[in-house]
C-alpha cells in the first residue's frame, strides 16, 4: 500500500512562491505518475499537474502552466512542486496523487489515481 506525505503548505502573498513536498512509501511500482490535484471551497477537485517517472514527462494544467514546476527524485521517491507567482485562485488544499495506471489520455482525471495524501493547505492573500 503507497503512502503519500505531503508537507510545505501555508500562507503566502500574491506573487509569492511556494514549494510543496510529496514522499511515498511502498511499492514503487505503484508510482510510475504521480502529481497534484487541488480543491478550493465549493469548487470541484481541480487537475493541477503530473510527472511520470519513464522519460520524465510531465503534464500541466493550462492554469499554472508556467507558474508552476514539477520536480521528482525517484531515488527518494519524492515530488516536489515549485509554484511561483501566485494568485488568489490557486488557494486550494493540494493532493498528491500516485498511479500506476494513468496514461496520456487520463492524466487529468481524478479516478485514475489510487492514492492521494492527506492533502496540504496553500492560502494566497491578495
Known amino acids: 500500500q503507497v503512502q503519500l506525505v505531503e508537507s510545505g503548505g501555508g500562507l503566502v502573498q500574491t506573487g509569492g512562491s511556494l514549494r510543496l513536498s510529496c514522499a511515498a512509501s511502498?511499492?514503487?511500482?505503484?508510482?510510475?505518475?504521480m502529481g497534484w490535484f487541488r480543491q478550493a471551497p465549493g469548487k470541484e477537485r481541480e487537475f493541477v499537474v503530473a510527472?511520470?517517472?519513464?522519460?520524465?514527462?510531465?503534464y500541466y494544467s493550462d492554469s499554472v502552466k508556467g507558474r508552476f514546476t514539477i520536480s521528482r527524485d525517484n531515488a527518494k521517491n519524492t515530488i516536489y512542486l515549485q509554484m511561483s507567482r501566485l494568485q488568489p485562485e490557486d488557494t486550494a488544499v493540494y493532493y498528491c496523487?500516485?498511479?500506476?495506471?494513468?496514461?496520456?489520455?487520463?492524466?487529468?482525471?481524478?479516478?485514475?489515481?489510487?492514492?492521494w495524501g492527506q492533502g496540504t493547505q496553500v492560502t494566497v492573500s491578495s
Open positions: 510527472s511520470r517517472k519513464i522519460a520524465s514527462i510531465t
Open positions: 511502498g511499492p514503487t511500482d505503484s508510482t510510475d505518475v
Open positions: 496523487v500516485a498511479s500506476s495506471e494513468v496514461t496520456h489520455r487520463t492524466y487529468g482525471i481524478a479516478g485514475y489515481y489510487h492514492f
